[in-house]
């Protein structure tokens, strides 16, 4: 993969033209560059970009004990990544090799870049992409997560900093010669395992997906006195796209997202009907460029806080997050999705994360390759699921409690189930029984009729659940109306009773997507009555930014 990004270097690294740097001469300052001076540390904020226009910046990626060169920027040559456009900690260390001059451009300037002029746009938003993903791709840096492949919180950290597109290091205790001399130098005991070092100095023990992101500057600076436009409560399909077409319409917009961009939809191996993509696109790899262009047009987003109460007593309204901080917005988008429905089982949590799963990526693919697994689920989720695992398991069982696939599933994907070898459906069955000591060892379900009814007990250590959908609506504490099954009623789907009183004030009626309260939207799988299919969810996210213009004008 770094040989990849490296026959792309003249794209990841080009020369400015001499009218190219005149353009961007207006949107920042000179500043003098001293030799041996550093400019900016791993994990420090990234003050936006430097120009060179004489002398040198050395760009170094700090490790453990050492630090490696990546590039050397001379004159025509700019300094910067993603985080420049996301004011973010940044992930390598940039020190002057010859004393020169740069052109210094922060972070509002180099959206401002980005937004309003094509070619230097297209230029820069290429090189800040591919120098982040070869960051990635090397696994190297200072951030290293110390864990091991049968603990849950292990693979909790790994998806979270995968996720969120942070390059950090992984080292398994049970695979990794140099593990040892890791725990004996930062004083770690394999008991406090998972461990997070960060930027080579700080110790994090098991720390939750908060700390994890305070410690590593993942997010920009939260200020709490700013009132916004418009507060997106989610950063799936749905709140990307109202991100992306808010941000590019003027708005000034904060997303606010639990564990990383996607949603459900992040954790798809490779989805094939979305418009576009005729060869297919992972949901991690969609969100990721979704996410990218909701940044470059200027949106702020957050993640590892999550909304835990709505204020809906007062305008602007406000949400209280998980941290303490409360984000004040004139308008609200609830895009918070569905979590996947558990299996009423005793013991399901105690083998969360270690044999059982909600997501099939490339990364839980590796805990079970050349094992017998299941998928449960007979929606588009679990087919593309079962047919990923196809390719690196030894056999999958897809487990459905109807009759078949026909009602729930896309045609292309039942096809593909039909003619693989690989893949057992399994219809009319259900898993009763989980068991095993510290993970999952063995799973017993029941068939009702078929081929094959009865009970069946298999040594399988690893089960992926996508069995319907419940919402994320427990944190909106009675603000808004739902439906019986708590999904967020909008538009035509309120009643009159939805409307008595104080909640509704207003002549007109709420707009197609919007709730009993004025100004307040819900779009994608957390409405009422949404067809969950990640086009419908950009298709509500990006038309309901239509309808907050209205309301923001009223």
């Given at each position: 993969?770094?040989?990849?990004?490296?026959?792309?270097?003249?794209?990841?690294y080009?020369?400015?033209?001499?009218?190219?740097?005149?353009?961007?001469?207006?949107?920042?300052?000179?500043?003098?560059?001293?030799?041996?001076e550093?400019?900016?540390?791993p994990?420090?904020?990234?003050?936006?970009?430097l120009?060179?226009?004489?002398g040198?910046?050395?760009?170094?990626?700090?490790?453990?004990?050492?630090?490696e060169?990546?590039?050397?920027?001379?004159?025509?040559?700019?300094?910067?990544?993603?985080?420049?456009?996301?004011?973010?900690?940044?992930?390598v260390?940039?020190?002057?090799?010859?004393?020169?001059e740069?052109?210094?451009?922060d972070?509002?300037?180099?959206?401002?870049?980005?937004q309003t002029?094509?070619e230097?746009?297209?230029?820069l938003?290429?090189?800040?992409?591919?120098?982040?993903?070869?960051?990635?791709?090397?696994?190297?840096?200072?951030v290293v997560?110390?864990?091991?492949?049968?603990?849950?919180?292990?693979l909790r950290?790994?998806?979270?900093?995968?996720r969120?597109g942070f390059?950090?290091?992984?080292?398994?205790v049970?695979?990794?010669?140099?593990?040892?001399?890791?725990?004996?130098?930062?004083?770690?005991?394999?008991?406090?395992?998972?461990?997070?070092?960060c930027?080579?100095?700080?110790?994090?023990?098991?720390?939750?997906?908060?700390l994890?992101?305070?410690?590593?500057?993942?997010?920009?600076?939260?200020?709490?006195?700013?009132?916004?436009?418009?507060?997106?409560?989610?950063?799936?399909?749905?709140g990307?796209?109202?991100?992306?077409y808010a941000?590019?319409?003027?708005?000034?917009?904060l997303v606010?997202e639990t564990t990383?961009p996607?949603?459900?939809?992040?954790?798809?191996?490779?989805?094939?009907?979305?418009?576009?993509?005729?060869?297919?696109?992972?949901?991690?790899a969609?969100?990721?460029?979704?996410?990218?262009?909701?940044?470059?047009?200027?949106?702020?987003?957050?993640?590892?806080?999550?909304?835990?109460?709505?204020?809906?007593d007062?305008?602007?309204?406000?949400?209280?997050?998980s941290?303490?901080?409360?984000?004040?917005?004139?308008?609200?988008?609830?895009?918070?999705?569905?979590?996947?429905?558990?299996?009423?089982?005793?013991?399901?949590?105690?083998?969360?994360?270690?044999?059982?799963?909600?997501?099939?990526?490339?990364?839980?693919?590796?805990?079970?390759k050349d094992?017998?697994?299941?998928?449960?689920?007979?929606?588009?989720s679990?087919?593309q699921a079962?047919?990923?695992?196809?390719?690196?398991c030894?056999?999958?069982?897809?487990?459905?409690?109807?009759?078949?696939?026909?009602?729930?599933?896309?045609?292309?994907?039942?096809?593909?189930?039909?003619?693989?070898?690989?893949i057992?459906?399994?219809p009319?069955?259900?898993?009763?029984?989980?068991?095993g000591?510290?993970?999952?060892?063995?799973?017993?379900w029941?068939?009702?009729?078929?081929?094959e009814?009865?009970?069946?007990?298999?040594?399988?250590?690893?089960v992926?659940?996508?069995?319907?959908?419940?919402?994320n609506t427990r944190?909106?504490?009675?603000?808004?109306?739902?439906?019986d099954r708590?999904?967020?009623?909008t538009?035509?789907?309120?009643?009159?009773?939805?409307?008595?009183g104080?909640?509704?004030p207003?002549?007109?009626?709420?707009h197609?997507?919007?709730?009993?309260?004025p100004?307040?939207?819900?779009?994608g799988?957390?409405?009422s009555?949404?067809?969950k299919?990640?086009?419908?969810?950009?298709?509500?996210g990006?038309?309901?930014?239509?309808?907050?213009?209205?309301?923001?004008?009223?």
């Amino acid at each position: 993969m770094v040989d990849l990004y490296e026959s792309r270097r003249e794209q990841m690294y080009p020369k400015l033209t001499p009218s190219q740097i005149e353009r961007l001469r207006t949107h920042g300052k000179v500043i003098p560059l001293r030799a041996g001076e550093v400019i900016i540390e791993p994990g420090q904020r990234y003050g936006g970009m430097l120009v060179v226009l004489s002398g040198s910046i050395e760009i170094l990626r700090p490790g453990i004990s050492s630090e490696e060169p990546i590039t050397v920027h001379t004159a025509g040559s700019f300094a910067g990544e993603m985080s420049s456009l996301r004011g973010a900690g940044g992930h390598v260390r940039a020190r002057v090799r010859e004393s020169g001059e740069a052109i210094e451009i922060d972070n509002e300037s180099v959206r401002r870049v980005v937004q309003t002029d094509a070619e230097l746009s297209e230029l820069l938003m290429r090189a800040f992409i591919l120098r982040r993903m070869r960051l990635i791709a090397s696994q190297q840096g200072d951030v290293v997560l110390i864990g091991s492949s049968h603990s849950a919180n292990t693979l909790r950290l790994r998806q979270f900093l995968g996720r969120n597109g942070f390059p950090y290091v992984s080292v398994d205790v049970e695979h990794d010669s140099a593990v040892a001399d890791l725990l004996e130098r930062f004083h770690v005991q394999l008991e406090d395992i998972p461990v997070v070092i960060c930027h080579g100095q700080r110790v994090l023990k098991n720390p939750s997906n908060l700390l994890v992101a305070e410690c590593l500057g993942m997010n920009p600076q939260f200020d709490e006195a700013r009132v916004r436009d418009l507060i997106i409560i989610g950063a799936g399909p749905a709140g990307l796209a109202s991100a992306v077409y808010a941000a590019s319409e003027g708005l000034d917009v904060l997303v606010l997202e639990t564990t990383a961009p996607g949603g459900q939809a992040g954790s798809s191996s490779k989805i094939e009907n979305y418009l576009g993509f005729p060869t297919g696109i992972s949901g991690q790899a969609l969100a990721g460029r979704a996410l990218v262009q909701a940044q470059k047009f200027g949106a702020d987003v957050a993640v590892a806080g999550s909304a835990v109460k709505l204020r809906c007593d007062r305008r602007p309204y406000e949400v209280e997050l998980s941290d303490g901080h409360v984000a004040h917005g004139r308008s609200i988008i609830i895009a918070s999705g569905a979590e996947y429905r558990p299996l009423a089982l005793e013991n399901l949590a105690q083998y969360m994360g270690v044999g059982v799963y909600y997501a099939a990526t490339y990364l839980e693919a590796q805990l079970c390759k050349d094992e017998e697994v299941i998928v449960v689920g007979g929606g588009n989720s679990a087919g593309q699921a079962a047919v990923f695992l196809a390719n690196g398991c030894r056999h999958v069982h897809l487990l459905v409690r109807s009759a078949g696939l026909k009602e729930t599933m896309s045609r292309y994907l039942i096809r593909r189930i039909e003619e693989s070898p690989g893949i057992t459906l399994r219809p009319w069955t259900e898993i009763t029984e989980l068991a095993g000591a510290e993970r999952l060892q063995n799973v017993t379900w029941l068939t009702a009729k078929g081929a094959e009814p009865g009970t069946s007990k298999r040594e399988i250590a690893h089960v992926f659940l996508m069995t319907g959908a419940e919402p994320n609506t427990r944190w909106l504490d009675g603000c808004v109306a739902l439906d019986d099954r708590g999904f967020v009623k909008t538009g035509p789907g309120l009643k009159p009773e939805d409307l008595e009183g104080k909640q509704w004030p207003l002549a007109r009626r709420p707009h197609l997507l919007e709730t009993n309260l004025p100004g307040i939207f819900a779009v994608g799988d957390v409405r009422s009555g949404s067809i969950k299919r990640v086009a419908a969810a950009v298709g509500e996210g990006s038309s309901c930014v239509a309808l907050i213009h209205s309301v923001l004008a009223e």
